[in-house]
Structure formats: structure tokens, C-alpha cells
């Protein structure tokens, strides 16, 4: 549209129909790149349901930088939703996943927000930034993908 009202309205009408949110657990695998380099990212995270459709996340994350000789890992605790992707002149078309990260022993808690893009395999593939403390830290790409009930973790 090319009136900002027009641009308004259709954002303000925009809807993400195309998206069912069944209570499940998924595993997680991916990575994140900062300017300290790359960190290899194993997680799982559950959609719990309940009276909002279930767009509340959580879930455990370990990170393992990748070229570190000692082993470091970092154990953290993920908190989120699914959210409105907001694209600039593209309204609300898309959905993303937001979360909240609280890293064991780390002051401040990283906040990531990606895309949702649903792969032809089934599986889940999502990309974005994160921050701390409201600055940019750097981008990361996971790929979801669903867990059998009974071989749930997170809980």
C-alpha cells in the first residue's frame, strides 16, 4: 500500500493462519557466530499448550565454542514465544520464535529472534540475531525438529 494508512491497516489486519501449534517437545541443533567466532548449539525446548494456543516456549541449551582446546561449555536456560514477524513494508506475514537466554553464572540474558521458516522435511529452521544488554552480539541458525513423546527431556 502507499498511504501510511493504507500501510496501517493491512498491518494491523495482517494474520499468520498458516501456523498449528501442537504441545510437544522438540530438539534443537544449530550454532551461533559472534565476533569471538563459532559456537555449536545442542538444545531442546517444549511447547507446553494451554489456554493461549501454546505459543509459550522453554527450554535447556548447551553451547560448545568451537576451536576452544579446554572445553568450554555453557549451560543455559531458554524462555520464549512465538511472535509476529515483523518485516519492514512486508507487515506481519511471518512467524518468529523469541526467546530469552540465561546462561549459568553470566550476568545479563541474551535475547534471540528469528524467523520461522517450516523445511519440506517437517523440521523447523530458524535464523536471526541475538542481543545483550540491547546490542547486536551476533546471528545464529537452529533447526528444530520433533521429539516422540516418550523420548522427552525437558520437562
Known amino acids: 500500500p502507499s498511504s501510511w494508512r493504507l500501510r496501517g491497516r493491512a498491518r494491523a489486519l495482517a494474520q499468520r493462519g498458516d501456523l498449528e ?20 548449539t545442542v538444545a531442546e525446548v ?22 576452544e582446546d579446554d572445553g568450554v561449555i555453557m549451560e543455559g536456560a531458554w524462555q520464549g514465544n512465538l511472535c509476529a514477524h515483523i518485516a519492514p513494508g512486508g507487515g506481519k506475514r511471518y512467524w518468529a520464535l523469541a526467546w530469552r537466554e540465561r546462561i549459568a553464572g553470566a550476568v545479563g540474558a ?19 540475531t541475538f542481543t545483550l544488554l540491547g546490542t547486536t552480539r551476533g546471528t545464529f541458525d537452529f533447526e528444530l525438529e520433533r521429539v516422540a513423546p516418550s523420548a522427552s527431556l525437558a520437562s
Open 110 to 128: 541474551y535475547d534471540y529472534c528469528g524467523r520461522v521458516v517450516e523445511t519440506p522435511a517437517g523440521k523447523i529452521r530458524i535464523s536471526g
Open 21 to 40: 501449534v501442537v504441545p510437544g517437545a522438540w530438539s534443537v541443533v544449530g550454532g551461533t557466530r559472534d565476533r569471538t567466532g563459532d559456537i555449536s
Open 46 to 67: 517444549v511447547f507446553p499448550g494451554g489456554p493461549f494456543g501454546g505459543l509459550g516456549m522453554r527450554g535447556t541449551a548447551r553451547h560448545h565454542r568451537e576451536g
